[in-house]
DNA sequence: ATGCCCAGTCTCACTGGA
């Protein structure tokens, strides 16, 4: 069966909803990984997109962060939260991941902490949650049934997934502990299906919404899927959907669409 | 024009994003 997967962070699910919908009904997406709902669960918009056919599992408090997996072809198991994971600040738990079995394949949604700067209380959250996120996923990213991790990790996974290393020397997204703490989850058995750009050379997936980031192709690739061996054996394509970075209204995150044959 | 930050809130000022 043919299955079309996504991942986007929508930088507010309210504010993105015209045109979360439209891109639903444009690209037929299966089961999106959604990230920045920004909205408390109770209001988030399950009426508007049962219209089209699809469930929703969601993890979401308020005014920040809040992450979802939206499907069409079912949502069974569904785990709120990342078990074992820090909370910030004081250990308080934010809503940052959410995980549920869609037909033929399991995803987790997940929204890696920012991190702010390099040494700041939140950088060291961000590295003990990849930590927490590593332990929760091993077994599934080891076992036969097709698994990913979809998502807006806020880790460039190369100096390649940069417009410019120079400019991010020194921050977070691109440090050496960073990188590592992805390069210790993909040894639970996980690969990067990196997807091909439909411009320039390098698959971007965010660009600042300030000083023409977006026209002047200044991005990063931070929104990344992770997925274990049945999963990326049964990619058939990859891309970065640019055209929704376009015009006015649109998020400062492109999705990541990944069409698979399971 | 892909076009010179955006979203949410404890809303006219601030936090957070990366």
Redesign the pocket.
Known sequence: MALRIATW?V??????LPRLVAWLERTGTDVLCVQ?L???EAAFPYEELRALGYEAAVNGT????GVAVISRIGLEDVVTGLPGGPGFPDDEPEPRAVSATCGPVRVWSV?V????EVGHA?YEYKLRWFEALRGAVAGDAAGPRPFAVLG?Y?V?PTDEDVWDPAVFAGS??VTPAERAALAALRETGLTDVVPRPL?YDRPYT?W?????A????KG?R?DLVYGNGPFAEAVSDAYVDREE?????????APVVVDLEV
Do not use: C
């Open positions: 962070n930088n507010s699910v309210t504010a993105r920045e920004k909205v408390a308020g005014r920040w962060n929204y902490p920012n991190g702010r939140h807006d806020n460039a977070t997204h411009k965010y600042d919404y300030r000083q023409l977006f026209p002047k192709n990063m931070i970075r376009k015009g006015k209204g649109a998020s400062d995150h």
